[in-house]
């Protein structure tokens, strides 16, 4: 079931054909986070009907605390809805991976799970390269223009042939391939026959070639620093890597080969177009901790609060780059240190197998899994897939996997005996905490499913469907700014057709919701400017005009300058 609901994470937008990118975004989000949930509670009323514990990894204090700090920020969040919601949805990682270090309790079920990933990869693997060789053989179009200036991010894909498969952007298809590519060369070696080898080194050489077409500097530099990583953690330990002459020619030439593509991207670099965006981020992010450098300005709203600071394009983005730093601006300094605790903890505990473990069957298959997890740590200084939902997924999934084969390797540690009675209620206010966030998750998703049906209908110009459906998601879900905003716009579109003043006001009563639920939000102040310049109320014309470029300068430039009238 588990292993079903990563395949679900990977292409659960398919579900929404057409949609609107929050409703790809925030439905993905959402529907995952429920089938996890669910999951949830039937792996914790099992554990209490049995008076089983849950096996404990090691790692659970920092992620603990990474999750509270989280949970804090919305005290101090610039977007209460995007916080809550990404809160909720870290909860569901983060039992996904107390439930898989559980139930991963054998080789056999590791394995098992393993092999399903790599087909996962392969498979997602294969439609980046496909996709290589349809940007290859696309020709420039005049609309390409005005992409440059509303999806600048899809722009720059057609351009520059960088492939993202099924997860949306190069790096963090990327970030997930290097996941997956060390674990491949872990089965290599512990094949022991030439057609399993030809089968390993076949994936090994499907998953390499799509992660080169990602053309990802920083990507192929986390890859190469996390193998260094791991063979350090190796050295005066009692492992005994013994390696035939084959084998040992096998790693110099992947070794030369890994150079050779790792210095081809490099050389393909535009390392000033490259650098000069993370400036820009990192100078938002240092202004943010400046103002905010405890609590943090909410988790996820990185987007909302930097808004104010950015006059151009380059420095528009909804991460920092760098997942610690972004951490820190978002849940204050007690998430930063909880994520820098879990790398190094996870270090630690890795070099204590190495110590202590003289090896064994797996000991390849662990140092596969290790690295591409090292890998995933550092790749967060340069990237931000340890905070994007649809790829963060997988690095928790792979620290299970991670958690599994050290409690195979390491010998059984002596258990802390509970009472039964502190066993009871600990079980109880885990399914009491689970069904409160399934219900939570399980009326946003209801309502994100009906925005959806209810874009579908206001695309085919049934606007009293749409209307309808619209006015129902602001009752599933009453804090959400995306379904007052969606329903002012759906007004305005009415109003072009039928000219009735009534429709206006509507129009301008939700944008004023919107404003209220998220009073950071630039859209909404833009839309009522135009408004009141409509209605000929010059004053408030001006004022939301003002608060529009206050709330994000450069996005106000751009829309002054393209969008002279709306109705």
């Known amino acids: 079931m588990l292993g079903l609901i990563a395949l679900m994470r990977l292409c659960v ?9 929050f409703i790809k975004e925030n439905g993905g989000n959402l529907l995952v986070a429920v089938a996890i949930f669910s999951a949830g509670i039937l792996f914790i009323a099992l554990k209490f009907a049995k008076r ?6 090691g790692l659970e204090t920092p992620l603990c605390l990474f999750f509270t700090a989280a949970a804090v920020s919305l005290f101090f969040t610039y977007d209460f809805s995007i916080t809550t919601k990404l809160v909720l949805v870290l909860a569901a990682h983060l039992l996904f991976f107390v439930m898989l270090a559980d139930l991963l309790s054998s080789q056999k079920r590791i394995k098992a799970l393993l092999y399903f990933l790599l087909a996962c990869a392969a498979v997602t693997a294969f439609f980046g390269i496909q996709e290589y ?11 390409d223009k005005s992409l440059a200036v509303y999806q600048n991010s899809l722009y720059y894909i057609l351009t520059s042939k960088r492939v993202t498969s099924f997860l949306g952007w190069p790096n963090v298809l990327a970030g997930f391939l290097m996941l997956f590519l060390p674990v491949v060369a872990g089965f290599l070696f512990m094949a022991r026959n030439w057609w399993l080898r030809f089968f390993w080194l076949g994936l090994g050489l499907l998953l390499l070639g799509c992660f080169f077409l990602t053309f990802s500097f920083l990507g192929w530099l986390s890859f190469l620093l996390a193998i260094s990583a791991t063979a350090l953690l190796l050295l005066r330990s009692r492992w005994k890597i013994e390696l035939s002459p084959r084998q040992r ?18 050389t393909r670099k535009s390392f000033l177009g490259s650098l000069l965006p993370r400036v820009y981020y990192y100078k938002s992010a240092l202004a943010l901790l400046k103002s ?16 104010p600071l950015i006059e151009n394009r380059d420095a528009f983005s909804a991460y920092v780059h760098n997942s610690y730093l972004q951490a820190w601006v978002e849940t204050g300094i007690a998430g930063c240190a909880a994520l820098v605790w879990l790398f190094i903890l996870f270090l630690i505990k ?9 090896g064994g069957k797996l000991k390849y298959l662990f140092l596969g899994v290790t690295a591409g997890v090292v890998a995933f740590f ?17 690095g928790w999934l792979m620290l299970a996997v991670w958690a599994g084969l050290a409690r195979q390797m390491l010998p059984p540690s002596q258990s802390v005996v509970e009472s039964p009675l502190w ?3 600990k079980g109880v206010l885990a399914l009491g905490v689970l069904v409160l966030f399934f219900i939570a998750v399980f009326r946003m998703s209801e309502a994100v499913l009906v925005a959806y049906r209810a874009d579908q209908a206001l695309a085919g110009e049934d606007f009293t469907t749409g209307i309808a459906l619209l006015q129902k998601t602001e009752i599933l879900d009453s804090r959400d700014v995306q379904y007052p905003f969606a329903l002012g716009v759906a007004f305005i579109k009415l109003y072009r057709l039928a000219r009735s003043p009534d429709l206006i006001d509507r129009a301008e009563k939700e944008f004023l919701e919107a404003v209220r639920r998220s009073p950071h939000a630039y859209e909404s102040y833009f839309i009522l400017a135009k408004i009141y310049e409509y209605k000929k109320d010059s004053p408030r014309a001006l004022d939301f005009s003002r608060r529009a470029a206050l709330a994000s300068p450069f996005e106000y430039q751009r829309d002054a300058q393209f969008i002279k009238g709306i109705f």
């Open 13 to 21: 937008w398919k579900l929404f054909p057409g949609g609107e990118t």
């Open 52 to 57: 089983e514990p849950v096996f404990r990894s």
């Open 133 to 143: 060789f349809m940007l290859s053989g696309r020709a420039p179009l005049p609309s």
């Open 249 to 266: 020619i096998f790693i110099f030439a992947a070794g030369i080969v890994l150079l050779g593509l790792f210095v081809f991207v490099f």
């Open 292 to 307: 905010h450098p405890f609590f943090g300005v909410g988790y996820g709203a990185f987007r909302y609060a930097s808004a």
């Open 350 to 358: 890795s070099r204590e197998v190495f110590c202590k473990v003289s």
């Open 378 to 394: 550092i790749d967060n200084f340069f990237s931000f897939t340890i905070l994007k939902p649809n790829i963060s997924l997988f």
């Open 423 to 425: 066993s009871r209620v």
